[in-house]
């Protein structure tokens, strides 16, 4: 039986382990990295996805860059444990049987914090309900709405099965698990015996539901068309009422969240406004993302701090005493990390990359608003940089949406350009990011790189994980960097205010960030190297120690959990 006062975390997506693949990105390493923190501090939680047994996808690059995509292979239940509840969620006026399987956080002084992934593949289902849990962000509109009905509506049904009676908190990750909010309605309505939701029973939802948006486009939301939400959902009497349900011939995720919901937040304080401008009659508060600290620390570092700052792992704003780390030692563990990289890299790719050049990565999705390829607006001018100021080498990793052909020639125009670039600059572009990828990158590079379109970036956490292993941040001012960017002091901007989309200059970036490699990264890595470790100490002094999903959790318990 669960504890009084759970918070029940719902995400579509979650990372729990590099060989469990059901994550894509950034959603779902934080997803992962906040179950981590809550079972750190002894929380009373428990987290809901969604299976994937075929996981987002396995990402092959061929000769020319272009992507290609191959289910991933994983076995079950060598990572999770079958649980024996079953419980039924009607779906185009059919019922689909649903199981769980439960993995266990287990948090820095033994606490536990399950996490339930939802599974239809049953031999009670018919063959194409099988495959709703198959495929992260698969298939098309139908396919998600069903999957999210799995999500919202089953996840409910299956914490109640497990023993779950009395959640505090619905937490959603996103909209992706809104319709959670139609159920705790419906469980109002059976319980009262009634047929009709009044103001008293929308107002007990919102008082149990918080939530987070991470998307700062309006194009991003998921949106339904109505006739196949009556063909999925069925008629639910929330359709008819103006103060649920605003979105105009169709649902909208988002709204449905919105507005039954009592807190809401965005994931850093621009994202906030952004959201707060987006949503104009809604109250958005803002609470910074962050990583899980212990995580996400190469084991170098793990180490070193285990020697200078003996309580991190419990107490992660102590890392502000790195300052005092001494350099050389700052150094030599980046050195392991950064060799460890290269090693991978010369492997993978046979690149020929040196561990004494300066090295920029760059790994997130491959969308084309990160804007990957803004290094390589002025070819020649790179060039000239690096021959008259100090080599530098890139690595570079990120899958593109399997539908995002946009994506997918972003990832071949920098295998292009890695042509074009040969014997001046080396670059390698790794398949597969994944979170063993991940932290390879972020602990090994020397300065992380990082490009969006603003106001496109929400957040970001590869810098955030990069900046807990001393690597400083060479950023355009948006998501966490805003907060974060100390000039000179954490790392680098790219431009030097935040501008609306409406200023975005791709040319006038990429200038700015030429004119910081040029005058500041590459004199200060190779001529001062002692201010490069300074800026390294300070990087994880002040990000490492605030940007963790620490103190993110306790922003959460102060501010949306426990009021």
Known sequence: MASQGIIAYFTMEIALKPAIPTYSGGL???????????????????????????G?????????????????????????????????????????????????V?????????????????????????????????????????Q????????VRMLRALGYGNVHRFHMNEGHASLLTLELLDERLQSSGRATITDEDIQAVREQCVFTTHTPVAAGHDRFPMDLVHRVVGHHGAFDLPEIFCCEGALNMTYLALNL????????????????????????????????????AATPFQRLFDRYVREWREDNFSLRYALSIPRHEIWAAHQRAKRALIQYVNRETNAGMDVDILTLGFARRAATYKRADLLFHDPERLKAIAANVGPLQVVYAGKAHPQDNAGKGLIQRIHQVRDTLRGAVSIAYLENYDMRLGKLLTTGCD????????PLEASGTSGMKAALNGVPSLSILDGWWVEGCIEGITGWSIGEHWQQATDVDNAKDAASLYDKLERAVLPIFYDRREQFIDIMRHAIALNGSFFNTQRMMQEYVLNAYFL
Request: charged share 25%; aromatic share 10%.
């Open 28 to 54: 779902g390493v934080l997803a992962g990295d906040t179950v981590n923190s809550a079972a750190d501090l002894s929380m009373p939680m428990v987290g809901v996805s969604l299976l994937h047994r075929k």
């Open 56 to 104: 987002y996808f396995y990402q092959r690059l061929d000769a020319s860059g272009w992507q290609r995509e191959e289910p991933v292979a994983w076995r079950v239940d060598d990572y999770l444990h079958e649980q024996v509840e079953r419980v039924t969620v009607t779906i185009e006026d059919r019922p689909v049987q649903l199981r769980a399987w439960k993995f266990e």
């Open 106 to 146: 287990v948090g820095v002084g033994g606490h536990r914090v399950p996490v339930v992934l939802l599974d239809s593949d049953l031999p009670e289902n018919s063959e194409w309900d099988r495959t709703l849990t198959d495929h992260l962000y698969g298939g098309d509109s139908h396919y998600r709405l069903c």
């Open 148 to 155: 999210e009905m799995v999500l919202g509506v089953g996840g």
């Open 261 to 296: 919901s009592d807190y809401v937040n965005g994931v850093a304080k621009r994202h906030g406004e952004v959201s707060r401008q987006m949503f104009a009659s809604y109250h958005i508060d803002s609470i910074t993302n962050g990583v899980h600290a212990a995580r996400w």
């Open 447 to 454: 300065v992380w790189l990082n490009t969006p379109q603003p």
